[in-house]
């Protein structure tokens, strides 16, 4: 009698949930293969770089998930048409997903994925593994799964935005690129103009360059201190000196890695190179809008450059002209410069030579160029010169 009540109960809470529920559950395997063959499809076109073929990503999304759609094609064709104009070419390219949550809703399955892209460029000197999260939504169609949604944040995403207008960004970004190159060619002469020449001074000015055996113990704190996961993972950060800033920690990040390349070894007692202006601790207090806010960092950097003021100094300059220890800006973000080196021979350091350690997204060791594709005008490199500093400061 007790068997076939629970029978009876089970039979009617499936009937309360709907015929959905059940069809979704028996077409679990049919969405994830859905997932699967998505990025398969990306792999087929990025290893092809056939532009073309771009539309038949149309094959997996529902009608009503055409934002989505829509996006994802005006960024691959961002990505290839970048690639071609560079002469970059994808050499291996292989996506794998792992389903970290399902959560049926009616005729809808949510899916949370890890996915992990398997990319080399003829232009790189390392494989690049690129993880990334994403929020599925999915959906049954005449008894067939398709994608109505599909979420996630990357650096290229939380720099253009969901509804970038991708022909306009391929004249600008790619075509009409020479902007980039005009703005750091005038940052470069007007820090030639300035020379050396102090400005503010005062009995008790120090100055610590930004030496070489500084830059190399900026680049080993990087590594030590993040890791190449593209998520926002607190596991390898510096819990131990300083707050953290949940998916805002870039500029915590990149002002640590600068910290410790000019000798600061104790948070907590404000050790040199800390400043009134810019410093920080464990507990976050006041005084560290410079040390923890992306813009308000490059300007007081800048500045202390032209006026010869107190703290870190350094400019904006061309790709050309950064060193490793240096660092990378773009709106809302920045990323530690651990490596630039002219590793193609022809003289001069190249964007796509240029890689980064970073949090939130957690970044070590990556290339930039496939963060972005090409140098997006608004991205300003920041050479780092020297910090001074007054015992009465």
């Not at 979420?151 to 720099?159: G, Q, T």
């Not at 201190?225 to 607190?234: A, C, H, I, L, N």
């Amino acid at each position: 009698m007790r068997k076939f009540v629970s029978l009876i109960i089970v039979m009617v809470v499936i009937s309360a949930l709907g015929i959905g529920y059940a069809n979704a559950l028996t077409s679990h395997d049919e969405a994830v293969l859905l997932i699967e063959k998505y990025y398969s499809l990306k792999d087929e076109i990025f290893l092809a770089s056939d532009i073309q073929k771009v539309d038949e990503l149309s094959n997996c999304f529902d009608d009503r998930g055409k934002e989505y759609l829509n996006y994802e094609i005006g960024r691959i064709k961002f990505f290839l048409t970048a690639n071609d104009h560079m002469g970059w070419h994808v050499l291996q390219r292989e996506s794998t997903i792992k389903v970290l949550d399902q959560t049926v809703k009616g005729n809808n399955v949510e899916y949370e994925v890890a996915v992990t892209v398997k990319i080399e460029y003829d232009f790189s000197r390392k494989v690049e593994y690129n993880h990334s999260y994403h929020n599925f939504v999915l959906t049954l169609v005449n008894g067939k799964m398709k994608i109505l949604e599909d979420n996630y944040c990357d650096e290229f995403k939380n720099l253009h935005g969901m509804q970038t207008d991708f022909d306009s960004l391929i004249d600008k970004e790619i075509f009409n690129n020479e902007s980039v190159k005009l703005n750091s060619v005038e940052s470069d002469m007007n820090e030639m103009s300035k020379g050396s020449f102090s400005i503010k001074s005062e009995p008790g000015d120090y100055y610590d360059t930004y030496s070489s055996g500084d830059r190399e113990d900026a680049v080993s704190y990087a590594f030590d201190y993040t890791d190449d996961t593209g998520g926002s993972s607190t596991t390898y950060y510096n819990t131990s000196q300083f707050k953290t800033y949940g998916t805002d920690d870039c500029q915590n990040f990149v002002s640590q890695c600068i910290w410790s390349g000019f000798g600061g070894t104790s948070s907590a007692n404000k050790d040199l190179p800390m400043v009134l202006q810019w410093w920080a601790n464990l507990t976050g207090e006041d005084n560290y809008d410079h040390w923890v806010n992306t813009g308000e960092s490059l300007d007081w950097v800048t500045d202390n450059d032209d006026y010869n003021d107190y703290g870190i100094q350094g400019y904006s300059t061309s790709v050309n002209n950064i060193l490793e220890g240096d660092y990378v800006y773009v709106p809302g973000h920045v990323m530690f410069i651990n490596q630039a080196d002219d590793l193609d021979g022809n003289g001069t350091v190249d964007y796509d030579e240029i890689y980064i350690c970073s949090h939130t997204n957690n970044r070590e060791d990556h290339l930039l160029a496939d963060l972005y594709s090409s140098q997006p005008s608004n991205m300003v490199f920041v050479h780092i010169t020297r910090f001074k500093w007054n015992t009465s400061y």
